[in-house]
Nanobody, 115 residues
Framework: QVQLVESGGGLVQPGGSLRLSCAAS????????MGWYRQAPGKQREQVAT???????NYADSVKGRFTISRDNAKNTVYLQMNSLKSEDTAVYYC?????????WGQGTQVTVSS
């Protein structure tokens, strides 16, 4: 089992920045990759960014150049630095861990971009 706890969401003005954190605990050695996903009201959950155990990264086109995913292995934590935020970035952001057998999700953290 892997437990994921997200933090760092909140209300920010357009053009602002936020950093999300996802702390993993439990069977972390089984984790192959981690990622951030988001779900806006009335829309399907979509992939935002992923990072593998080898630190290879992948981004959705809509966030390339604005968001950066990173990991601190010593803290078992993955981050999502979000810059130049837009209103369309408003969503609940979820952390996901891809394990050798199972996938795990965090509880989500709300990000609202509004003036």
């Amino acid at each position: 089992q892997v437990q994921l706890v997200e933090s760092g969401g909140g209300l920010v003005q357009p053009g602002g920045s936020l950093r999300l954190s996802c702390a993993a605990s439990g069977s972390i050695l089984s984790i192959i990759a981690m990622g951030w996903y988001r779900q806006a009201p009335g829309k399907q959950r979509e992939q935002v960014a992923t990072i593998t155990s080898g630190s290879s990264t992948n981004y959705a086109d809509s966030v390339k150049g604005r968001f950066t995913i990173s990991r601190d292995n010593a803290k078992n934590t993955v981050y999502l630095q979000m810059n130049s935020l837009k209103s369309e970035d408003t969503a609940v952001y979820y952390c996901k861990a891809v394990g050798q057998k199972y996938n795990y999700w965090g509880q989500g953290t709300q990000v609202t971009v509004s003036s």
